[in-house]
């Protein structure tokens, strides 16, 4: 639309660098536009802990099922500090609850997939959080101060999670035959749909143009993805294991690895709800938030009488 002065003022402090606090005046589409990818990011974290969360009794040691439950800790966390961040937006966290719950706001693709091995604890770690660093790391220096914030403190909990996850695949990748194709099973399993975490390919991301001129991104889906390919494949060679892409080779005069895109069929599938788990996980959300209805309602009743008591 049209660009008023206060929109020309705006643009002009983000291209200074300058970090948007949530009580200055900003333009409602920015808003509009933070709530959404930080929202949708806070329900990654939350929806994100159901895949992992499965493993936590089967872990294969002590030390294994310690590490992992801190790990998934660690997302309820960061789910709620972005919650919080969303928050200072004049969002509330019910009406953020409710759009995941209705569908109406989204939660990342990679977790529609099932974890079917213990392997795969080593595959998310290593591969999603590994994806996930590699786009938040830039996002630390986001426009909005509260998001940008939250980023810092995420990102070290994150780079602790990714290595857990390569310590797990080190181990079963150096372990007995039947380990270490467990762990092949599991990267060939996770490759493409981690690949998919950093959105459609440039041409097909609706929001990137607008959300890169307020630095809300960073970075273009299509440039992360190449970073991270480049970065994980020789993690792999080092595993011992196989990148599943037969046409993966390294690109001397890009100076980049050339590889296989993601079945984009699959990942805009995915994103209507026809995963392998989509209904599994937004139904153990839904069924969460309904069998603690009783709870919330006891606390307000509480707090309710408690304001009473004082006022008399
Ligand atoms: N899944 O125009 P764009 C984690 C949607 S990390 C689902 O390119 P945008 C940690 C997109 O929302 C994972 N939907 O969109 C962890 C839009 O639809 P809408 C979370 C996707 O926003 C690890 C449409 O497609 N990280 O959880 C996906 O500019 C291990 C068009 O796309 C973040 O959220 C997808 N993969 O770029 C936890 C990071 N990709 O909203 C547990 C912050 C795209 O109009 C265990 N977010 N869509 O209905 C971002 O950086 C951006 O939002 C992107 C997408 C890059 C994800």
Same mark, same amino acid.
């Given at each position: 639309g049209e660009q008023t002065?206060?929109?020309?003022?705006?643009?002009? +402090?983000?291209?200074?660098?300058?970090?948007?606090?949530?009580?200055?005046?900003?333009?409602?589409? %920015?808003? &509009?536009?933070?709530?959404?990818?930080?929202?949708? #990011?806070a329900h990654s974290e939350i929806v994100g802990q159901l895949p992992e969360? !499965?493993?936590?009794?089967?872990?294969?040691?002590?030390?294994?099922?310690?590490?992992?439950?801190? &790990?998934?800790?660690d997302e309820a966390g960061h789910g709620l500090y972005l919650y919080s961040a969303a928050e200072t937006l004049g969002v509330s966290r019910d009406e953020l609850f409710e759009k995941l719950h209705s569908g109406a706001m989204k939660y990342s693709s990679i977790f529609n997939y099932p974890t079917l091995t213990w392997a795969d604890m080593g595959a998310i770690g290593w591969l999603v959080d590994g994806a996930a660093i590699? !786009?938040?790391?830039?996002?630390?220096?986001?426009?909005?101060?509260?998001?940008?914030?939250?980023?810092?403190?995420?990102? &070290?909990e994150e780079s602790f #999670?990714?290595?857990?996850? %390569?310590?797990i695949m080190m181990k079963m990748a150096g372990?007995?035959?039947?380990?270490?194709?467990?762990?092949?099973?599991?990267? !060939?399993?996770? *490759?493409?749909?981690?690949?998919?975490?950093?959105? @459609?390919s440039d041409k097909d991301s609706v929001h990137s143009a607008q959300s890169m001129a307020w630095k809300i991104k960073i970075n273009t889906n299509d440039e992360l993805r190449q970073k991270f390919v480049d970065e994980t494949v020789p993690q792999a060679e080092y595993l011992g294991l196989t990148v599943?892409?037969?046409?993966?080779a390294w690109n001397a005069g890009r100076g980049h690895y050339d590889f296989t895109e993601p079945d984009?069929?699959?990942?805009?599938?995915?994103?209507?709800? /026809?995963? @392998?788990? /989509?209904?599994?996980?937004?139904? =153990? +959300?839904?069924? =969460? *938030?309904?069998?603690g209805a009783w709870f919330r309602e006891g606390l307000s009743a509480h707090a309710e009488k408690a304001a009473a008591r004082r006022l008399a």
């Open positions: 002065p206060e929109d020309r003022a705006f643009q002009a +402090r983000i291209d200074r660098g300058e970090k948007i606090e949530p009580k200055d005046w900003m333009p409602e589409g %920015y808003r &509009k536009t933070l709530i959404r990818q930080i929202g949708q #990011h969360g !499965n493993w936590i009794t089967r872990a294969p040691t002590l030390e294994r099922k310690q590490i992992l439950l801190a &790990k998934v800790q590699m !786009n938040q790391v830039p996002l630390q220096r986001t426009s909005y101060g509260p998001y940008s914030r939250a980023m810092i403190r995420i990102c &070290k #999670h990714q290595r857990q996850g %390569y310590s372990g007995t035959p039947e380990q270490k194709e467990m762990a092949q099973d599991a990267l !060939n399993r996770f *490759w493409y749909p981690s690949l998919m975490m950093f959105g @459609p599943p892409d037969p046409d993966l984009w069929t699959e990942f805009f599938d995915v994103l209507k709800g /026809n995963g @392998p788990c /989509n209904e599994e996980r937004l139904g =153990a +959300r839904v069924k =969460a *938030w309904e069998d």
